[in-house]
């Protein structure tokens, strides 16, 4: 596809999850990094989970459901349900190829991750190509610290790190940046043992989710 002169210059940002279900802690520090690195459009990824891992509570089309409730009144946000249509795993760099070849060369492109991802990205496929796709940009989240796994991981992130925010649109791809977002300590995992508890989650989602999940009976 050709590039349009005027996005190549939008930083375009792409979001992925499980989203079982989408929360607060997904969507608030995304809305504080899109106002930080001057985001007009994050579009979120719903995982494909390959059956050998372990299952999501809630199936494709209910996490798919969850975020387009969520996102509904809120511009910034759009969905790509590309991955739910798989029957085969894909790995998150291939789907960044695959976007990177709709989108064209010159777009600039990033991928949101929060710090826990960031700490152990050496064990997803081909980690390090993808900073030749994309920026990556990481969430702060809180309990997580800026300790690396692995040196090799470290030197990587030593190497690429921008805290210029204005440089990621002027390059299509290859930069690290730390962001400085909120941390809410929120997880998909927290609400979903709330809920298998009969615990209220009222400030952790929001209420067109939460109406969805009663109305679905998930997560009992
Ligand atoms: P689970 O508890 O089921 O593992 P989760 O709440 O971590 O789920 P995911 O859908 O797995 O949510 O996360 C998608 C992305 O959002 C990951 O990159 C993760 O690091 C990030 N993320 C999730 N919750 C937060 C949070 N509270 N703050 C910052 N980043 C977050």
Not at 91 to 100: K, S, V
């Amino acid at each position: 596809m050709p590039t349009n002169p005027e996005s190549a210059t939008v930083l375009h940002a792409l979001f992925g999850g499980t989203f079982d279900p989408i929360h607060y802690g997904h969507l608030r520090p995304v809305e504080a990094l899109a106002a930080e690195v001057g985001l007009n459009r994050v579009t979120l990824l719903p995982n494909h989970v390959p059956p050998h891992r372990p299952q999501p509570e809630a199936n494709a089309q209910q996490r798919l459901k969850m975020v387009e409730l969520a996102i509904a009144d809120n511009p910034l946000f759009a969905v790509d349900d590309r991955e739910l249509h798989r029957t085969t795993p894909s790995y998150t760099i291939e789907t960044l190829e695959t976007i990177r070849k709709e989108r064209g060369a010159a777009q600039p492109l990033a991928f949101i991750i929060g710090q826990d991802s960031l700490l152990t990205l050496h064990k997803w496929h081909r980690w390090q190509s993808l900073l030749d796709v994309c920026h990556l940009l990481v969430l702060a989240r809180p309990g997580y610290n800026d300790r690396m796994d692995t040196p090799e991981l470290q030197q990587w992130l030593e190497r690429h790190r921008v805290t210029d925010a204005p440089l990621l649109s002027q390059r299509p791809h290859g930069h690290i940046y730390l962001a400085d977002t909120p941390e809410l300590e929120i997880s998909a995992t927290e609400i979903r043992q709330r809920r298998h508890q009969g615990l209220n989650c009222d400030d952790l989602l929001p209420r067109s989710v939460q109406r969805y999940i009663e109305l679905q009976g998930l997560y009992r």
